[in-house]
C-alpha cells in the first residue's frame, strides 16, 4: 500500500516542478489535516464546538473550529519552508509567511478555506478544508502584492480537500489525474486507496439548496425540474449535505452535478472563487468533469478580488453542459 509520499516520489516525472518542493507542501498540509481530523473527532468532548462570536470578513458567523483551522494552517506552513503568502477564508487580507533568511527561496502560494461546511459542525455531519497552490508571479526580491493571489484558477499547481467525514481523506490533483488517500488514525499515515478518481458515465445526483428555489432564475429552476422529471434515466437522487466538499466528494464517485447559484437574495452566488471554486474546479476537470458559472469555465475568471463570490456548478460533464444549456435558452428568451 503506498503513502502519499511514496507515491508523490514513485510519480515525480509527472510533476513539473520539484518533488521535493511538493512533499514539503503535502508535509504542512498533512500535518494541519491530522491535527483538525483529531479535534473533529473530539469536537463534543472539547471547547471547540460553537461560535467565536465573531463575524468574519464574509459576513457569516465564525465558528470555533473555522478560527483553529485556519491558525493550524498557518503555523504548519510557516514551520515547513515552502510557502511565501497565504489567504484564506478566515482571514481579510493576504498573510505573508517566512521571516527568515529564505524568504527569496519561497515561491509557493497557498489560498484556502480551512474549515468548509461549517454549519455542520456542530451535528456531526463531515466537513472539509479545501486549499489551491500556485507558484508567485511578482519577482522573489520584491514583497508579494495581491496580483499573486489573484490568478486565474487555470494557473494552479496543485489543488484538493481533506474530508473529515466517516474515514478522513485527502484528495489531490496535479494535473495528473485525481488521488485519493485515507488517513489511518491508528499510525497517523495516509494511503493511496481512490487511485485515479473519475466521474462515473452514469447521470445519478442533483445537489442544490432547493429551499432557495422561488430566488432562482428561470433557467435553474426549469433545470431541477428537468432533473424530477420521470424519463430516461430520470428522476436523479436528490442529496445535499450543505458542505461543498461532501457534496463534490459523492458526486464525484457516483456521478452527479453540484450547484450553488446566484439568487435574488445573492447576485454572484454564494461559493468563493479563489478558495471554494477554483480548487474544486481543476479537480473536477481532471476527473473528467466540468465546472461552469453558468456560462463560461471557472478555471478561466479574471479574479477581481480575494473573497470574490461566484455561481458555481460542477460534476459529470453531461449534467452540467445541460445545465448550461437551460441557462442560455433562458438568457436568449431574455433578450
Ligand atoms: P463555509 O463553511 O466554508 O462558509 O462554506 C459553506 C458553503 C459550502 O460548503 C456549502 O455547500 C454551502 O456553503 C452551503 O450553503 P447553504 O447553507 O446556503 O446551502
Ligand atoms: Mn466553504
Ligand atoms: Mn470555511
Redo the contacts with the bound molecule.
Keep these: 500500500m503506498y503513502t502519499l509520499g511514496e507515491f508523490i516520489i514513485e510519480n515525480r516525472d509527472r510533476f513539473t516542478y520539484s518533488t521535493e518542493s511538493l512533499l514539503r507542501l503535502f508535509s504542512s498540509i498533512k500535518l494541519a489535516a491530522k491535527a483538525i481530523n483529531k479535534e473533529v473527532n473530539k469536537a463534543g468532548l472539547t471547547e471547540k464546538i460553537g461560535s467565536t462570536g465573531i463575524t468574519n470578513v ?1 459576513g ?1 458567523n465564525q465558528q470555533k473550529l ?1 478560527n483553529f483551522a485556519h491558525k493550524v494552517f498557518i503555523e504548519s506552513f510557516k514551520s515547513r519552508n515552502v510557502v511565501c503568502g497565504i489567504a484564506s ?1 478566515e482571514s481579510k487580507d493576504f498573510i505573508l509567511i517566512g521571516e527568515n533568511e529564505n524568504i527569496g527561496q519561497n515561491k509557493y502560494i497557498v489560498l484556502i ?1 480551512p ?6 459542525i456542530d451535528v456531526n455531519v463531515s ?2 478544508t ?1 486549499f489551491s497552490v500556485y507558484i508567485r508571479k511578482s519577482s522573489m526580491q520584491i514583497d508579494l502584492s495581491i496580483e499573486d493571489f489573484l490568478q486565474k484558477g487555470n494557473q494552479q499547481i496543485l489543488s484538493g480537500y481533506i474530508i473529515y467525514g466517516s474515514s478522513t481523506i485527502l484528495v489531490y490533483t496535479t494535473g495528473n489525474g485525481v488521488h485519493g488517500f485515507t488517513l489511518d488514525p491508528s499510525v497517523g499515515t495516509f494511503y493511496l486507496s481512490h487511485p485515479n478518481l473519475h466521474f462515473p458515465k452514469i447521470e445519478k445526483i442533483y445537489s442544490i ?1 432547493e ?2 428555489y422561488e430566488r432562482f432564475p428561470k433557467g435553474i429552476k426549469n433545470f431541477i425540474k428537468y432533473c424530477q422529471e420521470k424519463k430516461e434515466s430520470r428522476p436523479y437522487t436528490a442529496r ?8 463534490f466528494h459523492r458526486n464525484m464517485i457516483q456521478g452527479g452535478i ?1 450547484i ?1 447559484p446566484q439568487t435574488a437574495h445573492s447576485p454572484n452566488g ?3 472563487l479563489l478558495y ?1 471554486c477554483n480548487p474544486i474546479a481543476f479537480l473536477t476537470e481532471q476527473a473528467g468533469g466540468k465546472a461552469s458559472d453558468g456560462k463560461k469555465r471557472i478555471l478561466d475568471i479574471e479574479p477581481l478580488y480575494l473573497h470574490q463570490r461566484t455561481p458555481f456548478i460542477c460534476g459529470s460533464f453531461s449534467m452540467v453542459s445541460k445545465l448550461e444549456e437551460f441557462i442560455k435558452i433562458e438568457t436568449n428568451n431574455n433578450k
Design positions: 464574509q457569516e473555522d477564508e478555506d474549515l468548509d461546511g461549517s454549519s455542520n466537513i472539509g479545501i439548496n429551499g432557495n445535499y449535505i450543505g458542505s461543498l466538499v461532501g457534496d453540484y450553488y454564494k461559493l468563493r471554494e
